[in-house]
Structures are given as C-alpha cells and as structure tokens.
C-alpha cells in the first residue's frame, strides 16, 4: 500500500492556513477528544461573530491513535486485526474492565455544553457504569460534528518524536498498524495525550519474586480481568495497591461470590485502606507489607513490614519486622496502576514527565501557617527534601508546558476528576497555542512552580504527603486529657473532614485559575474564592467520601450511600439514589435507567441507573436520537510522505 502526502484539511486558502500552527496531538482518548472539541467550539464561536483574526489564529492539528477507534482507557475492546494476516492480535493499550463502575460522583465530569439531563432525558443517579460514560462523552463531541474524526488518524502508532532545534519544529515517525509504511511529517507544537493510564505497570519485583517462587495461582493486572468471575468465585485472593481499581474491584469479587479479599497496601493512604466496612466482612486490608516469599508448594505468599526511607523516598522491606502468611491463594490481581505511555517521546520530552527530583529550596525560615494542629505537633522542622512525586510535583513542566521548550505540552491529571481536568486542560492548552493565553518565561515558570509547593505545604492532607517529617508526627495516636482518642483520630470528626477537603480544594482552585486564564465558559470561581458552582463540585466529591466512611454493616457499598447532596452544577439536578442495593444489581438490570425504588434501613432511597448491556455508542430505548448511533472510525486515509523502503521496526519503540 503506497501512502501519499498529508492531507491537510481547511476551509480557508493557503496563505492563511501557513500562519495557522500546526499541532501533532499523540492520542484520542479524552484528552485528544476533547482538545479538538475545544476548537469546534472556538470556531463556532468565531464563525458566529465574524471573527476572521481569531480563525487564522486556530491550529491545523493532526491526531494519532494506534487503536482504531476513540475513547481510550474507557473502551473495552482488547484485540484488533491485524489486516497483513488477516488474524486477530491482543492489543497492548490499557483499557478498563467490562463490569466497570464510576468510583466519583458523575457530576463531577459533567459538561457544560452537553448535560446528563440532555442526553439521557431523565435523573440519574450518582455513579455510572464504564459505557455509559463512554456513550455520554463520544455523543458529545460527535452532536454537532458527525465528521468530528476526520483527522484523526486511527491504526496509527507513534512511533518516535524529537524536537530539532535548527528549525524549530517536531519531527514525528509515525507507522501505518495495517501496512507497516513509516512516515515523518514536522510540526510546530506537540501534546502528548497517550494518556496516564497508558500501560498497564506490572511491579518488577513482586511479579519476579512470585515467578521465581513458582507460584501456583494466576497472577493478572486490574485492566485484564475479562474472565474475573472465573478467578474469584469460592476463591481467596489478593489485590496488590489500594486505590480506586482495588476498591471497585474487591467489589465486583464479592458480586460474583469471592470466598476471601485481602488488600495489600504499600502506605495505607489509598482509597481502600478508609473504607469503613466491606460488604459480608469479606475484605481485609493489610497496610504497609510487600510479598518477602512463596509459601505452602506454591499456594500462599509471605508478607514482610515495611518501613520508610526518607533518603530515597521509598519503603523497603524490614527483614527484622513480622511476618503474615496468606495461604489458599489462587489469585493474585495488581491493582498497581499504569505507567505513562510516553516511550514516543525523546530523552528531554520524556524526562520531564517522570523526574520527581526532590525539592530542596525550602526557605530555612520557612513555618506552616498556624492551623487546628499547630497545638498537636507544633512547628515541625521539614525534611531537608519535599518528596515531589507524593503529590505529583514535576518541577520542570508548569501547567502542562515544558518549561525548557513550551511547545511541547501535555495532558496530565492532578485531581481526582480526570474527565473534568482534560476538558478545561484543553482550553488552556488552545489559548497557549493562539496566543491568547500568555506563557510565562523559564525562570517566571519556575518561580511560580516553587510558590504552588509552598502553598500545598500549608495544606495539613498535602503536607503529610510532602514532609516526611511531617507525616511522621502525624502518624503518633495522640490521646486527650481523659486518656480518650484525641479527636485528630476520628477520620469522620468534621475538623478533620474540613482539612481533607482542603487538599481537593486546592486542586479544584488551580483548575478555576486555568479555567479563568483560557475563558472556559464555566466559572467555578478564582484561585483565591471558588463560587457557588465551585463549592457544589467539592460538596459532590466529599459526599462520596463521606458515604465510603460511614458504611453500615451487611450489603451496603459506598454507591447506596445518601446521595441527596449531590446535584449538577448546570441544571442542580439532584442524583437519584439506586433503586436496588448495589450488589444486587445484574447487567440484565440495565434496560430501565431509573425507578422510584424502596426505601433502605439507612433512610435512602434506592434507584436503578441501566444501560444497554453492550457497548460502546449503544443507545437506551429512552433516548433514542440523542446520540450517535457509533463512534466514527475515521479517518483521512492515512496519507503522509513515505520514509523510503521502511518496514523495519527503527530502534525506538512506539506507544
């Protein structure tokens, strides 16, 4: 197959379109999406006002996806055809389970120019399954746009990318997944919107040592769980991490019948490790152990404490601590994470991204501003190193710009609502490129960097993630006068509520800065005072929390929870609760999105959010016409200029 040259399309002439920057966007899950949604948007807008200098202004931006379809981590599909054999192949992209539910409240994520009530045409209730929010954000940016995709290129792996200064631009290598041709096109700007969740990471060490111990169980990550029912049911198992992906999974397992959960967590600052009960006192969270050997022929795996090394920011096994031995174990499920799919990127574009170099510039003078805990620990002296990567602190990258070279930026997440942060994280990126949104210098960048540390140290949840030292003072029981629990242990005392919510508020704060600087057209408020609509969105997030520390004893999950607070910061629709308990619900339930429920033992009310059981673009008989009726599979032909007779596979691995 002979590739021809680029196709760049425009609706005005030449001369215009060579002062348009041209913009290489590597990914189309969310972030891609929603960065060329922003510019649909911008240009209607123009269009509207015969805004002429603004149009010229808009990038020319070509975007690859090596899959070949849209939607990122959030699609299911795992294998693609491989059309020189013509057989099908596994693919390599993170994507999440089938039986996915949202952990967050969905109007956290909802979208200004497209609601829930739009869409759906009827109440929802807090939490989502996994292709119903896909079905929401593909009919979004498709609605007004039926060829949204025309310049995507799908089935297209990217394959290296490096800046060369003597012309100032991008050199992007990219390979046609059907026919193997290799291309190289240049251009003026970069983002990298492979995505966070990218790779699945495996830990090196814990997989080794389960290898070398011949483990007799199955060993899987938590974006491979197709066949879960059948790796759990009547079995004990293990979830190595206790984030998000632990949690929604040590659920799934109690639906389909697991026998025992145990939660191995590395700090115990996971999501899983404050759940305040688990559904048939299935579930037990061990905090900071790692797997020391294989025990019992193969059957059971040896846990070791851990303790911290504040010099390299890391825990590491203490051979003298205890022992726990977990025996019958026939599952072991890394709920690890993912890596950045950044391999494309050269050296100094891929550095950055993972350099959590400790910052060591605090003022020797530096004291936290007073707070409730000033009297409980006083002033504590910091560690001489803030650990950077606790909070996700990359020194040389200032809101998504490479500081060394602002023309490459990237799509990051920095709070807990992703969807959310990559759709405002567009406008911004838009405004850089147009000119509209100022970029600071090198050195204003970094000044303004070290200003965001200190304002996160005189956050008390941010602190302990920064300050070793800090996190160690915070770490003694404390006791009153009377010999009680000092009121700083009790996760559900609302001083301490209030300080949690201080560490979301902070993110949600530089978010509204951003969105201020690039005219999003919601305002959540300033950096310094969040509005209304600000203080909803955190109202929402703490609900959640709230619901997963205060859980009665039974069938009861976080999702049953009271759910009356949380309303969209649109259409202050409130969330309907389910209308069955949580665990009760089957894929054969998903045909009727909401009932008016019974009520529960805890005085909530419990409704049904339903989708079609298939997925992707499936539409509810409801809301027939309200979405397309399918992802577009693009694309523009896939034509650049070929890099002569190349077939071979160049010594830089793709993404």
Not at 122 to 148: C, D, G, I, S
Not at 314 to 343: A, F, M, P, Q, W
Not at 432 to 458: F, H
Not at 563 to 581: E, N
Request: hydrophobic share 35%; aromatic share 10%.
């Amino acid at each position: 197959m002979e590739a021809q040259p680029l196709q760049v399309t425009a609706s005005y002439s030449y001369e215009e379109t060579k002062k348009r920057p041209t913009v290489a966007v590597i990914g189309c899950g969310p972030g891609g999406m929603f960065f060329l949604h922003a510019i649909a948007t911008r240009r209607r807008t123009m269009e509207e006002a015969g805004d002429v200098k603004g149009l010229e202004r808009l990038p020319d931006v070509t975007v690859f996806e090596r899959s070949s379809s849209p939607g990122g981590v959030w699609k299911t599909d795992r294998e693609f055809k491989d059309y020189g054999t013509g057989k099908k192949k596994k693919s390599d992209c993170a994507n999440m389970y089938e039986a996915l539910w949202t952990n967050g409240a969905k109007e956290n994520f909802e979208f200004f120019d497209y609601t829930f009530e739009e869409h759906f045409g009827v109440a929802l209730p807090a939490y989502m399954p996994r292709q119903l929010v896909l079905e929401y954000f593909m009919a979004r940016v498709t609605r007004k746009n039926p060829n949204f995709f025309d310049n995507v290129y799908f089935d297209t792996t990217v394959v290296s990318v490096k800046y060369d200064d003597t012309i100032s631009k991008f050199i992007v290598v990219t390979r046609d997944n059907h026919s193997q041709l290799f291309a190289s096109v240049e251009y003026d700007k970069c983002i990298w919107a492979a995505g966070e969740n990218g790779r699945p990471n495996i830990p090196n060490a814990i997989e080794c040592l389960l290898k070398s111990g011949s483990f007799l169980g199955k060993r899987i990550h938590s974006s491979n769980v197709g066949n879960f029912k059948e790796d759990v049911q009547g079995k004990r198992i293990i979830l190595i991490g206790d984030a998000y992906s632990a949690e929604d999974l040590a659920l799934q397992a109690i639906k389909l019948g697991v026998e025992r959960i145990y939660i191995i967590s590395r700090s115990g600052l996971g999501v899983a490790s404050y759940m305040s009960e688990w559904p048939h006192d299935k579930v037990e969270v061990i905090s900071e152990v790692m797997p020391s050997s294989v025990i019992q022929g193969g059957h059971g795996i040896q846990f070791k404490g851990l303790e911290y090394n504040c010099e390299l920011d890391k825990h590491e096994i203490d051979e003298d601590g205890d022992t726990i031995n977990l025996l019958d174990i026939s599952t072991v499920v890394y709920c690890t994470g993912y890596e950045c799919n950044i391999r494309m990127l050269d050296e100094d574009l891929r550095k950055p991204l993972t350099n959590y170099t400790p910052y060591t510039a605090l003022p020797s003078d530096w004291k936290m501003k007073p707070n409730m805990f000033s009297e409980l620990y006083g002033d504590i002296v910091p560690y001489p190193s803030l650990s950077c990567s606790a909070q996700n602190v990359q020194l040389e990258i200032y809101r998504y710009l490479l500081i060394s070279n602002p023309n490459m930026m990237y799509m990051q997440q920095f709070g807990d609502s992703p969807l959310f942060e990559a759709d405002t994280s567009s406008w911004l990126l838009l405004g850089y490129i147009t000119g509209d949104v100022e970029i600071p210098s090198p050195e204003v960048m970094r000044k303004l960097n070290e200003k965001d540390i200190l304002e996160m140290m005189d956050i008390h949840s941010m602190r302990e993630r920064l300050d070793a030292n800090y996190a160690e003072a915070s770490d003694i029981t404390l006791e009153d006068e009377e010999g009680k629990e000092h009121w700083s242990t009790n996760i559900l005392d609302q001083r301490i509520l209030a300080y949690e919510k201080e560490g979301e508020k902070y993110s949600l704060r530089c978010n509204a800065r951003d969105m201020k600087n690039s005219s999003y057209p919601v305002d959540i408020g300033s950096f310094e005072k969040l509005n209304r609509k600000g203080e909803q969105y955190l109202i929402n997030s703490q609900v959640t929390w709230i619901n997963r520390l205060n859980l009665q004893k039974g069938k009861y999950t976080f999702r049953d929870g009271d759910s009356s607070k949380i309303q969209s910061i649109f259409t202050d629709q409130v969330a309907v609760p389910l209308r069955k308990l949580w665990l009760d619900l089957k894929e054969s339930d998903y045909n009727d999105l909401v009932g008016k429920g019974e009520m529960l033992d805890n005085g909530s009310r419990v409704g049904l959010p339903q989708v079609s059981p298939t997925d992707g673009m499936a539409v509810p008989s409801t809301v027939k016409g309200k979405t397309s009726e399918s992802a577009h599979r693009g694309s523009a032909g896939h034509g650049w200029t070929v890099v002569a007779g190349k077939k071979e596979e160049p010594g830089i691995k793709g993404n």
